[in-house]
């Protein structure tokens, strides 16, 4: 079981940076592909971005290539994505969610999630 804590959301206007942080805990947490997948009002959740338990291998969904980067800190057991160049198209709640022995870029792989934290981009 890993239970996994998101912070750093916020109100940003367009072209600002965010950076948000997930906290995993539980058993063997720092072993788990982990990924960021956000959810727009309105819209089904979408995968945003995912890295390797070692950190050597990231992802990221097409509309955020060359702007947001997805990083971990192991000996932390926390998971990073830092975010600019922000588009109002970005509002979202962005989950930080977990899965073992899975390539983490289809949202339904993801086997822990935690309870989202709201981003918010001003036009």
């Known amino acids: 079981q890993v239970q996994l804590v998101e912070s750093g959301g916020g109100l940003v206007q367009a072209g600002g940076s965010l950076r948000l942080s997930c906290a995993a805990s539980g058993r063997a947490a720092n072993s788990y592909r982990m990924g960021w997948v956000r959810q727009a009002p309105g819209k089904e959740r979408e995968f945003v971005a995912t890295i390797s338990w070692s950190g050597g291998s990231t992802s990221y969904t097409n509309s955020v290539k060359g702007r947001f980067t997805i990083s971990r800190d192991n000996a932390k057991n926390t998971v990073y994505l830092q975010m600019n160049s922000l588009k109002p198209e970005d509002t979202a709640v962005y989950y930080c969610?977990?899965?073992?022995?899975?390539?983490?870029?289809?949202?339904?792989?993801?086997?822990?999630w935690g309870q989202g934290t709201q981003v918010t981009v001003s036009s």
């Open positions: 969610a977990a899965c073992g022995g899975c390539r983490g870029d289809y949202v339904l792989q993801y086997d822990y």
